[in-house]
């Protein structure tokens, strides 16, 4: 099947410090990701979709300006959580579609201290 | 907006017993799919649901989607320890390209 990769898969980060995720489509192109938050024992809550050369479309609720995006290439969209804070710290993960079936990435990490 | 519901929140069952979780949607789904999520690990997609009534089985696990595309079940036969996690149903709005992820159900299966 389709691969997603993310990395990293962990990271702990100081309060106030910048932190990127890659999410990759390893066998095939995806012209939409999706960006997902995952708290302790709760589900998927989607934060944005990811577009291949256009703004992301972010939930509401979700900061744009916090949480950036950027699908450089079919293959590859970044999340940049910006001056990062303790509530950041959560699991994320990204999603690549293809063929009306979502792949999920591992997930990362994130701690922020 | 739309919102996906899955009962029962936790579920632990003796080995060999059988299991079932709901989906409900607020509003109609294009299709519905099945993801399992083990402990530590990634949602790992399961199945699509496209059409009404649709009933689809993958050995012991049989998925339904309701008449109107609304609802859905995830139903496993026989448990073993190795179903233990979570099942999220995501539902794909009528009109909209984005799933929305149901509550999960968490299976804990006792040897």
């Known amino acids: 099947g389709a691969v997603v990769s993310q990395h990293p898969s962990r990271v702990i980060c100081k309060s106030g410090t910048s932190v990127k995720i890659e999410c990759r489509s390893l066998?095939?192109?995806?012209?939409?990701m999706f960006w997902y938050r995952q708290f302790p024992k709760k589900s998927l809550m989607l934060m944005a979709t990811?577009?291949?050369?256009?703004?992301?479309?972010?939930e509401q609720g979700v900061e744009k300006d916090k949480f950036l995006i950027n699908h450089a290439s079919l293959t590859l969209s970044t999340l940049t959580v910006t001056s990062a804070h303790p509530e950041d710290s959560s699991f994320y993960i990204c999603?690549?579609?293809?063929?009306?079936?979502?792949?999920f990435g591992p997930g990362t990490r994130l701690t922020v201290l | 907006g739309q919102q996906v519901m899955q009962i029962p929140q936790y579920q632990h069952v003796q080995e060999g017993e059988d299991f079932t979780t709901y989906c409900n949607s607020s509003t109609t789904l294009s299709n519905i799919q099945w993801y399992k999520q083990r402990p530590g690990g990634h949602p790992v997609f399961l199945i699509q649901l496209v059409k009404s009534g649709e009933v689809k089985k993958q050995k012991r696990l049989t998925f339904q989607f309701g008449e109107a595309k609304k609802n859905s079940s995830l139903h496993i036969t026989a448990t073993q320890t190795t179903d233990v996690g979570t099942y999220f149903c995501?539902?794909?709005?009528?009109?909209?390209?984005?799933?929305?992820f149901g509550t999960g159900t968490r299976l804990k299966v006792l040897a």
């Open positions: 995501a539902g794909l709005g009528s009109g909209t390209y984005k799933y929305i």
């Open positions: 999603s690549a579609t293809t063929l009306d079936t979502q792949y």
């Open positions: 990811s577009n291949e050369g256009s703004k992301a479309t972010y």
């Open positions: 066998d095939f192109q995806a012209t939409t």
